[in-house]
């Protein structure tokens, strides 16, 4: 570029940086001073999941503060496309299991973590793509700012001693009032932080270069305003009758050169209002219909004028309108009753001690390309025409308008000179400050999606939880399986060790082709899951072992008090002589000692004939003869129990031991590391053995105490509820609950017998859940962290990899009974994967 372009575009810049008016900041108290003698503060907070009365009172207080004339605040919602920091905490967990040795048998380890890397990567092209193919959703990362800003009653700065001491005294009033507002936001339920200077400039730089990374550059030596636009950046503004603005220059990668903004102003306000139809603004909740669909910047502006002139003002108006309302006027105008009826309520509610504001809403859209601007703001409009919003696309002041809505810029001159802004009360603009965003999830072992386009985490190890146990509950076709899997590859590639035991393979292919380790137990496998093996203190296990030596005796029945007593002597006896070598042979030679003297009853002799099939000579023997070598060394192991279906009764026991014998393992291990168990199909064992229910509420309440957790996997709650008094403990003792689609009777049956302590909210998202088959399945997700829907999507590959159905599965179930090799079956789903892309 010559000399005199050079000249140009310094020239274009220092242009621009007259509209920005913070020169300068207060490092230690966290202010910024503007040049048209004005201090300000700006706090970043985290949006609210939901909203109560006690929040929307909080809300009302604050906006209805006597402010000095001509304080402006602005509460502002920016969605960002930025998702590296939420990608890198999900990523950054994975490198540091990956910098562990892995001393398992298996290397699923890093199978899983390539995978999630994937998914990472997946989350960072959603920015810019669709994440389902039927709806305009494009993943985004919310953050939220309120700033408040009075005038300096200097009106001319001189420099003299006297005015230093005066603006002095008028920061600390002005702390005082921060303060204030800050102790109101937080009975709100908003938490918020004062923003310092180098992230002032971080966040301002971000709306003019929105596609780039944060920039938190900080020269202390220059005016703040001067280090927000780089030399040769450039924005066309000054054509009036131009309906975008267009950036350039901004951006140090030069495919982000270029940007687009359109804007939305404020036209009228709906007549009734709340914030929960504020939170609409910003997309359908539901997620299917119209939504933003790129990057935006949603902001409310009050302004608080001379309340005395104000009122006057809107006294004198009110009379002029009385006048103009007589006979039968008002039927014949409807502009003249609507204007009527708002002088009224503005009255009243000034006679009630509300403050009198200027309030003015704008959304502003960014995107690379002014014809995907055009196209979203085609559907939005007649969205918020739909919610009784009047939203105008903005086109003559879109540069104005578009200053103004950044942070700390706009000024009383600039609000008046705009005519952009309604009155109202404060109480009624407090219903329209975007405070509310969708519940975005605890922790980042788990990445799923909101509907509207958050990132969500989920982490069953999350702090607020009192322990780790979980469950599923999913009617066929919901999605299920692909969220198990997805559940098991984020687990695993943390380190953590998982065991899924499952009856119909929809986990093992994943885990074979992960390289992971699938035990199928038969009758030929030669395991032993002698129960006292590994036992180090028999009290502790003395339940569970007993619970399972019930089930060996009466397979479809609970234990009795009578029978778990006579089994408590016989272990106790056996023990003391032999200790953890003891095995079921033992018990059945101690029962058949028993004098008739002892056992009047004779039910020790009957208990003992009825353990003969699991006896050394018994035909079940062989499972629970000498000592226990059951083994599962692997990340992740699925325990296969399909080919024992045929033998319901040996099936249960195997299953019940097999949990005892995990248990067990998280309990000696004691050396950090998490633990998992998953069981599959545990529904149907509930529905069909009491025993069961009993067994895994023990477990349930052990297994906390060594960092471990146990997934039950069910179809419905009724599975739960309607067989086994033991449901209730299950659930109290599972502070993480993953429901997908169930059915309405399911659903009423659960409510009217109050199976979970769900309020008002929780019963809805229930209701709501819905699966789209290859696109996505939603999960209402309830924690005591919080409550909300989540998506799982997943890209073709894991589509190939999870699904139980379709020409993809069959290939593949078909390769594994022959036997193929994990690098066989990856590239036979890279194939599948490749077809369903190109289609």
Same mark, same amino acid.
């Given at each position: 570029?010559?000399? *005199? ?23 230690? %108290? ?58 890198? @905490? ?9 910098? @562990? ?17 994937? &998914? ?17 959703? &494009? ?40 303060? &204030? ?32 990374? !944060?920039? !938190? ?42 940007? !687009? ?29 119209? @939504? ?39 039927? !014949?105008?409807?502009? #003249? ?16 001690? %509300? ?77 329209? #400050?975007?405070? #509310? ?99 180090? %203190? ?43 070598? =003891? ?27 009825? #353990? ?18 059951? &083994? ?10 399909? %080919? ?23 309990? *000696? ?26 067994? =895994? ?44 689609? @169930? ?17 008002? /909210? ?34 073709? /590959? ?42």
């Amino acid at each position: 570029m010559n000399i *005199l372009g050079t000249i140009g575009e310094l020239i274009r810049k220092d242009e621009i940086s007259e509209y920005l008016t913070v020169s300068a900041s207060d490092g230690k %108290d966290v202010l910024f001073f503007e040049e048209e003698l004005a201090i300000g503060s700006l706090l970043r907070f985290n949006a609210l999941s939901g909203a109560s009365d006690q929040t929307q009172i909080a809300l009302n207080t604050v906006c209805n503060e006597k402010y000095p004339a001509g304080t402006i605040m602005q509460i502002i919602q920016f969605g960002s496309p930025n998702l590296e920091q939420t990608v890198h @905490q999900y990523t950054k967990l994975r490198d540091i299991a990956e910098q @562990q040795p892995n001393t398992d048998s298996d290397n699923s380890r890093d199978f899983c973590i390539d995978s999630t890397r994937s &998914r990472a990567q997946a989350f960072l092209d959603f920015t810019r793509d669709r994440v389902v193919p039927s709806s305009d959703v &494009r993943l985004t990362e919310t953050n939220s700012y309120w700033t408040l800003k009075i005038p300096l009653t200097i009106k001319e700065f001189l420099g003299t001693q006297k005015e230093l001491d005066q603006i002095q005294r008028e920061i600390e009033d002005f702390k005082i009032m921060r303060a &204030r507002l800050m102790s109101q936001l937080q009975t709100a339920g908003i938490q918020s932080y004062p923003v310092e200077t180098a992230e002032y400039l971080a966040i301002m730089r971000r709306y003019f270069d929105v596609y780039g990374d !944060w920039d !938190w550059r900080w020269d202390p030596q220059a005016q703040l305003c001067d280090q927000i636009m780089p030399p040769g950046s450039h924005i066309k503004w000054t054509d009036k009758t131009n309906r975008y603005l267009h950036l350039s220059g901004f951006a140090d990668n030069e495919k982000h050169q270029r940007l !687009w903004c359109g804007m939305l102003a404020i036209d009228s306000y709906p007549k009734s209002a709340s914030l929960i139809e504020m939170f609409e603004m910003t997309g359908d909740p539901s997620g299917t219909g119209p @939504q933003i669909g790129m990057p935006y910047a949603l902001c409310t502006t009050v302004h608080y004028p001379d309340a005395m002139i104000k009122e006057q003002k809107i006294r004198k108006g009110q009379v002029i309108t009385d006048r103009q309302a007589f006979g039968p006027m008002l039927r !014949w105008s409807e502009s #003249l009753r609507h204007k009527y009826e708002g002088f009224a309520l503005m009255g009243r509610s000034i006679a009630d001690g %509300d403050a009198p504001v200027e309030v003015g809403t704008t959304l502003t859209l960014f995107n690379r390309s002014r014809n995907e601007i055009h196209g979203a703001l085609a559907r939005i409009i007649p969205y918020y025409n739909s919610l009784g919003w009047r939203m105008r696309q903005e086109r003559y002041l879109v540069g104005v308008s578009f200053f103004n809505q950044l942070p700390l810029s706009p000024s009383p001159t600039s609000i008046l000179q705009t005519h952009r802004y309604k009155t109202m009360s404060g109480t009624h603009a407090a219903q329209f #400050l975007p405070v #509310l965003d969708e519940w975005q999830g605890s922790g980042a072992a788990v990445l799923l999606s909101t509907r509207r386009g958050r990132a969500f985490g989920l982490d069953f190890y999350a702090p607020e939880n009192p322990n780790f146990n979980w469950a599923v509950i999913a009617e066929a076709g919901s999605g299920k399986s692909f969220l198990l899997q997805r559940l098991q590859m984020d687990y695993v590639s943390l380190g953590c060790k998982v065991w899924n035991i499952d009856s119909g393979g929809s986990s093992a292919r994943a885990c074979m082709i992960s390289g992971g380790e699938v035990l199928s137990l038969h009758r030929e496998s030669k395991t032993s899951l002698n129960p006292f093996t590994k036992v180090q %203190d028999i009290d502790d296990e003395m339940s569970m072992i007993i619970s399972l030596l019930g089930k060996m005796v009466e397979p479809d029945e609970k234990i009795k008090a009578m029978d778990a007593a006579i089994f408590m002597e016989a272990i106790k006896s056996c023990w003391s002589h032999k200790g953890p070598d =003891m095995e079921i042979g033992d018990l059945i030679q101690y029962l058949n000692n028993q004098t008739p003297e002892k056992d009047r009853s004779g039910r020790a002799l009957e208990l003992a004939k009825l #353990l003969m099939p699991f006896g050394p000579i018994g035909s079940y023997g062989s499972w629970f003869k000498g000592p226990n070598n059951f &083994r599962a060394d692997a990340s992740w192991t699925v325990l296969e129990l399909s %080919d024992l279906k045929t033998n319901p009764h040996l099936q249960a026991v195997v299953l019940m031991q097999l949990v005892n014998a995990i248990k067990q393992e998280m309990y *000696l291990a004691r050396d950090g590391r998490k633990r998992m168990l998953i069981v599959e199909e545990a529904g149907e064992r509930l529905r069909t053995d009491p025993g069961f229910a009993g067994f =895994m509420s023990e477990a349930y309440s052990q297994v906390r105490k060594e960092a471990g957790s146990i997934g039950l996997v069910l179809q419905s709650l009724s599975q739960l509820y309607n067989h086994t008094k033991d449901g209730e403990t299950i659930m109290a003792n599972c502070p993480s609950k993953l429901l997908l689609h @169930q059915t309405p009777e399911t659903l009423n049956a659960a409510e009217r017998n109050e199976w979970l302590n769900m309020n008002a /909210y929780q019963r809805s998202i229930a209701r709501q859940v819905h699966t789209v088959k290859g696109q996505y399945s939603e999960i209402a997700v309830f924690t005591p962290g919080g409550s909300g829907i989540a998506r799982l999507v997943e890209g073709a /590959y894991n589509q190939a990899l999870f699904t139980t159905e379709g020409p993809a599965f069959h290939e593949v179930m078909k390769a594994l009974r022959k036997g193929a090799t994990p690098h066989e079956l990856h590239e036979l789903i890279e194939r599948y994967s490749l077809a369903t892309d190109e289609a």
